[in-house]
């Protein structure tokens, strides 16, 4: 069983800033690419940004500059750090994370439970 428990979000006025933290813990052999996603009202969940395992990260166009990944390998452990917060960025963010269970299988996807990231103009 792989858990990701996130940690982090709430309420922030706009040009603010907040983190995010996500640890994964659990029986697993490794972890490939960890990441944040996040779902508005309405609309279908996107990806806010990727980091894998060697470090490589991608982001979102809309939140380039402005949020950054990072990863504690060692911890089993992803950040978001959210700065010049925008109220279009008020989301549920989902941490997700490619677990491979055992060596000679592929990695399958765990999602967090999400937490609620709101920013007031």
């Known amino acids: 069983q792989v858990q990701l428990v996130e940690s982090g979000g709430g309420l922030v006025q706009a040009g603010g800033s907040l983190s995010l933290s996500c640890a994964a813990s659990g029986s697993f052999f490794s972890i490939n690419a960890m990441g944040w996603y996040r779902q508005a009202p309405g609309k279908l969940r996107e990806l806010v940004a990727s980091c894998t395992s060697a470090g490589i990260t991608n982001y979102a166009d809309s939140v380039k500059g402005r949020f950054t990944i990072s990863r504690d390998n060692a911890k089993n452990t992803v950040f978001l750090q959210m700065n010049s917060l925008k109220p279009e960025d008020t989301a549920v963010y989902y941490c997700?994370?490619?677990?491979?269970?055992?060596?000679?299988?592929?990695?399958?996807?765990?999602w967090g439970q999400g937490t609620q990231v709101t920013v007031s103009s």
């Open positions: 997700n994370a490619e677990v491979k269970r055992v060596p000679w299988r592929a990695g399958s996807d765990y």
